[in-house]
């Protein structure tokens, strides 16, 4: 997981946190970021990612948490 130690993290680096996450935990270079807003000291990913679901492609959407800090606090996903 990545950590970033400024003060507190910008849009741009709280998108990358996401990608990079996301990137990993689902196996895929597509990620789909559609918000990137902050809301009570924390910053909130949404999006889509393709998945795999028994060799049928589907659409997932997801929710990242993240704290001041860039680190992922909780995450949610589920099937378009």
Not at 17 to 30: G, P, S
Not at 36 to 43: A, T
Request: proline share 2%; hydrophobic share 40%.
């Amino acid at each position: 997981m990545v950590r970033y130690m400024a003060k507190e993290i910008s849009t741009e680096t709280a998108q990358q946190i996401a990608v990079e996450y996301l990137k990993k935990r689902k196996n895929t270079e597509t990620i789909e970021i559609s918000v990137v807003e902050q809301k009570d000291k924390v910053w909130i990913i949404r999006g889509t990612c393709p998945i795999d679901l028994e060799g049928h492609p589907w659409a997932e959407k997801f929710e990242l948490i993240i704290d001041k800090k860039g680190k992922i606090r909780s995450t949610d996903f589920a099937l378009l």
